[in-house]
Nanobody, 123 residues
Framework: QVQLVESGGGLVQPGGSLRLSCAASTTIFGVLHWGWFRQAPGKQRDLVAAIVSDGRTHYVDSVKGRFTISRDNAKNLVYLSMTSLTPEDTAVYYC?????????????????WGQGTQVTVSS
């Protein structure tokens, strides 16, 4: 059974930085597209960044220029480097295999959601 394990979250002051990691236990990691999602209390889970199998990236407007998604196919890891964090970035962050269909990104059914990693931005 494929497992997704997110880590790297924590409490950070506004303007601070964090790097999240996602480990995926699958032999086909390299051919999949991966995304980072976040869910704030009382809100839906939304995609914030995606990385295609060939390394191309996509970001939602609210994180462009602040977040960077990357991947290490040799280690089956997906990263999300976050800078200039604001309280609005506070959420639980999840990774998931994604697909691009009809002009939008969607989480796939490949593997269950992991436990996520909590990011709290507060002074």
């Amino acid at each position: 059974q494929v497992q997704l394990v997110e880590s790297g979250g924590g409490l950070v002051q506004p303007g601070g930085s964090l790097r999240l990691s996602c480990a995926a236990s699958t032999t086909i990691f390299g051919v999949l597209h991966w995304g980072w999602f976040r869910q704030a209390p009382g809100k839906q889970r939304d995609l914030v960044a995606a990385i295609v199998s060939d390394g191309r990236t996509h970001y939602v407007d609210s994180v462009k220029g602040r977040f960077t998604i990357s991947r290490d196919n040799a280690k089956n890891l997906v990263y999300l480097s976050m800078t200039s964090l604001t309280p609005e970035d506070t959420a639980v962050y999840y990774c998931k295999a994604v697909k691009y269909t009809d002009g939008a990104w969607f989480a796939t059914n490949f593997a269950s959601w992991g436990q996520g990693t909590q990011v709290t931005v507060s002074s």
